[in-house]
């Protein structure tokens, strides 16, 4: 069964929250959270699945620039995993 897109709806969407790139962490904020609500929806019809894909890369977008994940080493990984969880290299 394919569900068919509605442009109306999209756009009616689109005016509500208002999606564009992310500039500042109260906007991050809001769209994180709007992207969260929508993920918990049981079946989200196909204007809010295509507008939660464009909040997520949005999101994306902004932490790549914001929140970079270095490149971190084996040894590096590992240890952060024991201090994390209360052990010691002895155990």
């Known amino acids: 069964m394919t569900l068919t897109f509605d ?3 999209y756009n009616n969407l689109l005016v509500e929250t208002s999606p ?3 500039e ?3 906007e991050y904020e809001g769209f994180l959270a709007l992207a969260e ?3 918990f929806i049981e ?3 196909t204007e809010q699945q295509a507008l ?3 909040l997520v890369m949005l999101i994306e977008q902004y932490e790549s620039e914001h929140y970079p994940i270095t490149q971190s080493k084996p040894h ?3 240890q952060h995993i024991l201090e ?3 052990m010691r290299q002895v155990d």
């Open 84 to 86: 994390s969880s209360g």
């Open 20 to 22: 564009k790139v992310i």
């Open 7 to 9: 442009s109306t709806i």
């Open 37 to 39: 609500r929508l993920h």
């Open 76 to 78: 590096e990984i590992l």
């Open 43 to 45: 079946n989200l019809t």
């Open 24 to 26: 500042t962490k109260e």
């Open 52 to 54: 939660y894909r464009l």
